[in-house]
């Protein structure tokens, strides 16, 4: 039977996080290359093989939150913090003492919408994390109700910061404001209010 370290994080994180980030070069090298077709289908066949192999034993559906023995959540299926989730960049959040987070992230060829600048669809959803994570208490989950985004300035790929931090609780709601930073200034702006469904507020 295959050994396992106590620390089921650790573990996970050693063996699947390396896997995902080669599957983010892939992806970015997939959108960019320039090889000529013999190259592409033998790549192809690569990536079959792979998809094969590894779908010899998956979880039923999707990832969802799952938890190691000592208690720690692993939502490493999530669409923009998922370590196991390529298309995930991933969002690293970081929280300061008063609540309020902060991510520094990378953005490149794979989160495109406008020629050499973010997608707007990808901005409201680092935006949705950031605002979502520094509204969220400890067992009290909150969703998102509302999201508003404003596009101030085309965001280019590249390094972005983001910020976000609560304005005001009311009763289950929970509001909270962000942004989006480079070189050249604030980008997006978003407000956002977070409800705690009822009986768990
Ligand atoms: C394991 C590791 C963990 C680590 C942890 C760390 C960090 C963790 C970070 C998580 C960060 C997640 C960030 C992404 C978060 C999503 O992406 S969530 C997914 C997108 N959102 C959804 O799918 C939500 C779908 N909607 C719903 O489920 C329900 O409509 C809601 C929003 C829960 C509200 O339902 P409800 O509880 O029945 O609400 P209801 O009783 O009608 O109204 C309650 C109050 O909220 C207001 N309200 C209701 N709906 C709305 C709305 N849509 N907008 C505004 N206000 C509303 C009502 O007006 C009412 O206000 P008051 O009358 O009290 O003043």
Redesign the pocket.
Known sequence: MEERPVDEFDYGRAVYEPLTQSVRQLIDATIRTEVGEDTVAKVQALVDEGARLLSERLVPESFG?QYTRDGR?M?WGNAIIGLRNPIAPPLVIERNRDGSVWCDVELGAAYEGPPGCLHGGISALIL??LL??TA?RPAQPA????LTVRYQRPTRLGRVHGEARVVRH????TYAVGHLENGEGIMVVAEG?F?R??GRA
């Open positions: 939150v959540g939502p949705d994390q979502g994570a969220h969703f998102t109700g509302t009311d009763g289950v709601k209010v409800v469904p009822a």
